[in-house]
């Protein structure tokens, strides 16, 4: 599956899009994942809290994201505090910027958003959760590298 996603142009990569949710009325965006301004709802207008292929999202805008989405969503959960979670951040990042366009990306800071770290019984940090058909299908916890979280990805592709 990465394979001929690696493939992709340059061209193809800058124009490549993803879904992002609307904080203030739920509803589900398409946004480019290289947009140089903010995104914002087509429906209210508010800002989406999309950057770079990840959507920033609390408990409650991943509940709904969970139940509207039809594509797979890889979900990191992280604190600011947390040296693993900085390191990750770029791997994800990169992860995201590769394969957004296939599955969504989701950060959620369980030290702003305690609730998330509590609804998704997360016990240590970075969490990478996998969600397909609004199920949580598997977890793993602390920071992986590139390859090894691409392939877990793809395992999980592969499950689903």
């Not at 203030?24 to 709802?41: E, H, I, M, Q």
């Not at 397909?132 to 977890?139: K, T, V």
Request: glycine share 6%; with cysteine; charged share 15%.
């Amino acid at each position: 599956m990465f394979n001929g996603m690696s493939n992709s142009s340059e061209a193809e990569l800058k124009d490549a899009s993803s879904i992002s949710i609307c904080p203030s009325c739920r509803a589900l965006n398409r946004v480019k994942v290289f947009a140089t301004a903010p995104a914002s709802c087509g429906k209210c207008k508010t800002e989406l809290p999309f950057k770079q292929g990840i959507s920033q999202l609390g408990a409650a805008d991943l509940q709904a994201l969970l139940q509207k989405s039809s594509l797979p969503i890889v979900v990191d959960f992280w604190a600011p505090w947390c040296g693993p979670c900085r390191s990750f951040a770029p791997v994800f990042q990169q992860a995201a910027e590769l394969l957004s366009a296939h599955i969504l990306f989701v950060k959620v800071d369980t030290q702003a958003n305690p609730l998330s770290g509590d609804l998704y019984q997360i016990r240590s940090i970075p969490t990478l959760a996998f969600f397909s058909g609004g199920l949580e299908r598997d977890r793993v916890s602390g920071a992986l590298p590139l390859p090894e979280f691409l392939n877990w990805i793809e395992q999980q592709i592969g499950k689903a």
